[in-house]
């Protein structure tokens, strides 16, 4: 039996470590207290995987797929303890969708010209090493989608986790690396600072050795990456409203938005934020989004009002109640409501801080227009050109068509719950970095990479 070189690397590997009481993920399964060292591992493992081919780069993405299932619900279940933020059984599903759903190697195309002067190819090439600055609100799936998307792409990657995710965000690396080493793989090919801080990542940042920056999370960090002076993927913050015109299934639009919105507890980016519904069709709305069993609807204004000064501070969401339980934010307000309570929703009027703040909480304000123009005007208002995501229900082609292309958001969804647009319960690949501000889009493997020409003259050409 023949056994392949870099499979023989890695039991050598292995068994030295282990006769020296290391890591069998590597000397630091990838996790580094200086930011110098980490880059340096990170080039080196980049080095080691660019001369490798395109299918161990698959075998090795494989490899972080198969061994990294079995942890799902361990991941999300420490996303849950460290971050207080979250729904476990959502977690389960993105982490799910984020491993099984990230488009791999295939995302490679080459382009090509050819005619009398020969044959010119244009290929996706790596950047290198490949700076990332995560989100507490999706912090294993941003780790999980950008590792396999910058692998395949030939680059070595340096995280830098949110401070208050950093644990779950670490022993995600550590569980890559472990799965990389063991499908033949360089060491270090994806690295993590054990402390993380702001000082350390403006120090990542500004490292001579990072090539490409990407930036998941609030507009402060993706202006900083912005500003940074390299090529850097800023994915940044949303505030998706959901319009619903008079032609819409009202019972069907209702759900989709309850199931949208409190999904994961409002965390994700492109989660409903806020429903404009048309004067004809309001009323109705409203009593479906009462008679939902999920839903705690509150009509008392004053309610309304303890509860906006219990979740916005100093004009800011508060981040004591950012992705917590709908039952939680109500028993602060003093009402007791069953853990089968999942949206809190109400009436609000367009200016409320519910509909112009990103609160990323389970909480719907329910704003009226009086057609569908203004509430498309609405809709583009509370969404302050993030160009992120918008949610349509209507029957209406002419309509839906209308307001895909005014909205210009990267996300447009149709009757259907928000994360229909990222891949779960809808068709196309997942991934956790949606780049609105940068253009990239939804990111995936070829964001990841350098366009190079190569060009042949006078051959090749066989017309
Ligand atoms: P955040 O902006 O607080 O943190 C994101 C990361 O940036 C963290 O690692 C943080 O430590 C770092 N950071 C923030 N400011 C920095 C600075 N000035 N210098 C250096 N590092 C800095 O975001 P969060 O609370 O974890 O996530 C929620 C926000 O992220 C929301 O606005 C949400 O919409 C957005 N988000 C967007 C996407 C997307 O794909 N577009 C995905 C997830 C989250």
Known sequence: MKIDENVLDCIVKEVMNS???????????????????????????????????????????????QDLVGHVEELSRM??????????????????????????????????????????????????????????????????????????????????????????TNYTVQLIN?????????????????????????????????????ATGGPGIVKTVLSSGKKAIGAGAGNPPALVDQTADIEKAVKNIVAGCCFDNNL?????????????????????????????????????????????????????????????????????ASEKIKLISCVADFNHDFVQLELLMPILPIVRAKDREEALEMGLEAEHGNRHTAICHSKDIDFLSLTAKEMQTTIFVK?????????IGGEGYTTFTIAGPTGEGLTSTKSYCRHRRCTLVDGFNIR
């Open 79 to 168: 996303t849950v303890e460290e971050t207080k933020m979250g729904r476990l059984e959502d977690k389960i599903q993105k982490n799910r969708a984020a491993l099984l759903n990230t488009p791999g190697i295939e995302d490679l195309p080459t382009s090509v010209f050819s005619g009398d002067r020969g044959l010119t190819l244009l290929e996706l090439s790596p950047f290198g090493v490949i700076g990332s600055i995560t989100p507490s609100t999706n912090p294993t799936e941003t780790v999980i989608c950008n590792c396999i998307g910058m692998i395949c792409a030939g680059n070595s990657v340096v995280f830098s986790p949110h401070p208050g995710a950093y644990r779950v």
């Open 19 to 65: 006769l020296e009481g290391k890591s069998d993920a590597g000397q630091t399964g990838g996790v580094f207290t200086d930011v110098n060292e980490a880059v340096a591992a990170a080039k080196k493992a980049q080095r080691q995987l660019f001369r490798m081919t395109l299918a161990d780069r698959k075998k090795i993405t494989d490899a972080i797929r």
């Open 415 to 423: 009757n259907a719950p928000s994360f229909a647009g990222i891949g």
């Open 268 to 336: 994700p980016c492109t989660s409903e934020k806020e429903a404009i519904v048309v004067d004809e069709v309001f009323e109705y709305f409203v009593f479906n989004m009462k008679n939902h069993p999920e839903t705690y609807f509150l009509e008392d204004p004053s309610q309304i009002e303890a509860l906006r000064k219990l979740v916005v501070k100093d004009g800011k969401p508060n981040k004591d109640y950012t992705g917590k339980n709908a039952a939680y934010i109500l028993e602060k307000i003093g009402i007791q």
């Open 178 to 214: 472990k799965a990389i080493l063991k499908a033949g793989g360089p060491e270090n090919l994806v690295v993590t600072l054990s402390e993380p801080s702001l000082d350390k990542s403006n120090q990542l940042m500004k490292h001579p050795d990072i090539r490409m920056l990407v």
